[in-house]
Nanobody
Framework: QVQLAESGGGLVQAGGSLRLSCAAS????????VGWFRQAPGQEREFVAA????????GYADSVKGRFTISRDTAKNMVSLEINSAKPENTGVYYC???????????????????WGQGTQVTVSS
């Protein structure tokens, strides 16, 4: 399996930017699709963005398209999420997750990912 560790969270004003990182351990990380999810207090965890193992294809939730960018550095075993034009509704704990089961399909649901990090808090103030 793979261990994931998120970093880069913090407090940002509305309209500001933040870059989250997900560092992975494990020799097969480059063969996994990776996603970012957000969970706000009292709400279910929801999909934000995902990227294929090659980095050649990405997917985004409609609410973040054009503002968030997911990318990966295979050599560094790292996946990043760039948050731009942040909005208060982007507040929550952001989780990085790996899909070690479905390499042929870029999933967007929580159940499609089976390895999770501990999360990093992002707070966007209005």
């Amino acid at each position: 399996q793979v261990q994931l560790a998120e970093s880069g969270g913090g407090l940002v004003q509305a309209g500001g930017s933040l870059r989250l990182s997900c560092a992975a351990s494990g020799r097969f990380f480059s063969t996994y699709n990776v996603g970012w999810f957000r969970q706000a207090p009292g709400q279910e965890r929801e999909f934000v963005a995902a990227i294929t193992m090659s980095g050649g294809r990405t997917g985004y939730a409609d609410s973040v398209k054009g503002r968030f960018t997911i990318s990966r550095d295979t050599a560094k075993n790292m996946v990043s999420l760039e948050i731009n034009s942040a909005k208060p509704e982007n507040t929550g704990v952001y989780y990085c997750a790996a899909d070690t089961v479905h390499p042929w399909e870029l999933r967007q649901e929580v159940a499609g990912f089976n390895s999770w990090g501990q999360g990093t808090q992002v707070t966007v103030s209005s």
